[in-house]
């Protein structure tokens, strides 16, 4: 048993790196490949399409748990990862409606994915093997973020331009690669305690009755399903621990669209950096690729054996956040998230540079795989038999946040976006605290 959930959370693990290598890669560099379309019809916009895809993920979080309960995981993630493949496809022929279309579907498909991600980590864990599987998962996942950059920073370096061909071939491959990692989903097995949770009644109680009885059961079982997920989810919303502990979560969304989407765009707009500022996408995207494979594998290992509490690497996240903001702050130019032309030519407090933009890119990766490993570890231990609906309402607050930072993007100047980034990263780190030592609280008055 412990072989086969082992074998479950690595297989887990691969097809999100597959699929992520896929869409970070596509996040990281759409407004960039987007400057530099010849199709004169397409209007479309990266950051906004980033921010439909968050707002209508937020919306369809509400809905996940119940899709989950009914289809099961695996299904769920199967059908998931077929969408995904199709928004990265959008951009081998891009087309207005077709990426806008898209990125109302992925929203809903993103809800359901990580949803169905969350309930099949939990599934396979207990209270002993959470810290090190939720650490294992994102080690894996986040591996997404070295391979296809390492294709933009060798191919696409020292070119000022990215041409239709170099699109073309780019987005063709990593739609294969999101196909292919969709397709890991389906060597998914079971283990004994979710089938008993599968199959309610007996084979010969069901046999004994008749198929239109057993469809009506099966219906009934459904809606019931449906509904009791969606009680759970808004009863969660309004629980002290939850209420607290999205103040976390929202820095989560606001980081994650910093990371994935604006200081990318923001290297690749610093004229400073000359020919090679596109390529330097790739190598930012590696490097906090980097970042979060190194806090997800250790701190997974240290928090298993209790050399770390979750609190300590949350306030290490922190830590190692505010030092990446000021240098960002100093590194890069103010206006380089919102200039209109393919760079800026704006001086930031120090002469950009590249070796302190890459240890940026490196503390933004690390930072955050502090959060989310142990925003991950204390749902999947807090509530273990409510799994589904606690980490859709995650993703309900984490997408939401992350939609509204979309949208602010691409109007406001990179020190009011860095300084939203601190005031939420404090209050959230202080929530966190506080859920932890609400915890420690209940459990010594329970021992008592």
């Not at 999205?246 to 990371?259: D, H, K, P």
């Not at 209109?340 to 940026?360: C, D, F, G, R």
């Amino acid at each position: 048993m412990a072989n086969l959930k082992t074998f479950n959370v690595v297989a887990l693990g691969v097809g999100f790196m597959l699929i992520f290598t896929a869409f970070t890669t596509c996040g990281n560099i759409e407004q960039t490949v987007i400057k530099s379309l010849t199709n004169s019809s397409f209007e479309g916009s990266g950051y906004n399409s980033l921010a439909i895809i968050y707002g209508v993920f937020s919306a369809s979080n509400l809905i996940a748990p119940s899709v989950v309960a009914v289809l099961g995981p695996q299904l769920c993630m199967l059908f998931s990862g077929l969408v995904y493949s199709g928004y990265i496809a959008v951009f081998i022929i891009p087309m207005t409606w077709s990426f806008y279309l898209t990125s109302v579907l992925i929203g809903v498909a993103a809800a359901v994915l990580w949803t169905a991600q969350g309930n099949f980590l939990v599934l396979n864990s207990d209270a002993t093997t959470i810290n090190m599987n939720t650490g294992v998962f994102w080690a894996l996942l986040q591996s997404s973020m070295l391979f296809g950059n390492l294709y933009i920073y060798f191919h696409w370096n020292g070119k000022s331009v990215i041409t239709d061909s170099d699109r073309r071939m780019l987005f063709l491959v990593l739609t294969i690669i999101s196909i292919l990692g969709t397709m890991v989903f389906i060597v998914l097995r079971n283990n004994s305690s979710q089938e008993e949770e599968e199959e309610p009644q007996s084979e010969e109680e069901g046999l004994l009755l008749p198929a239109h009885v057993q469809y009506k059961q099966r219906t009934l079982s459904a809606v019931r399903d449906i509904v009791t997920e969606f009680r759970t989810l808004t009863r969660l919303l309004n629980t002290r621990t939850i209420v607290l502990l999205s103040f976390s979560m929202a820095y989560t969304g606001l980081e994650l669209t910093f990371y994935s989407g604006v200081y990318g765009t923001c290297i690749g707009a610093t004229g400073q950096f000359g020919s090679a500022a596109k390529g330097l996408i790739g190598l930012s995207g590696i490097l906090v690729g980097i970042g979060e494979i190194l806090g997800g594998g250790l701190f997974g290992l240290l928090c298993k054996n209790n050399q770390f509490r979750r609190t300590s690497v949350v306030f290490l996240g922190m830590l190692v956040h505010f030092v990446a903001f000021y240098l960002i702050f100093l590194n890069i130019p103010n206006d380089a998230p919102s200039v209109n032309e393919s760079e800026t030519q704006s001086i930031p407090y120090l002469t950009p540079s590249v070796p302190l933009a890459m240890v940026s890119s490196f503390l933004l990766g690390l930072g955050d795989s502090c959060f989310n490993t142990q925003i991950y570890s204390i749902l999947g231990y807090l509530y273990v038999e409510q799994s589904a609906p606690a980490f859709a309402v995650f993703k309900l607050i984490q997408s939401i946040s992350s939609a509204i930072a979309f949208l602010y993007s691409n109007y406001i100047l990179l020190s009011w976006q860095l300084l939203i980034l601190v005031i939420f990263g404090f209050i959230g780190t202080i929530c966190f605290f506080l859920v932890e030592k609400i915890e420690d609280l209940t459990l010594n008055l329970r021992d008592d």
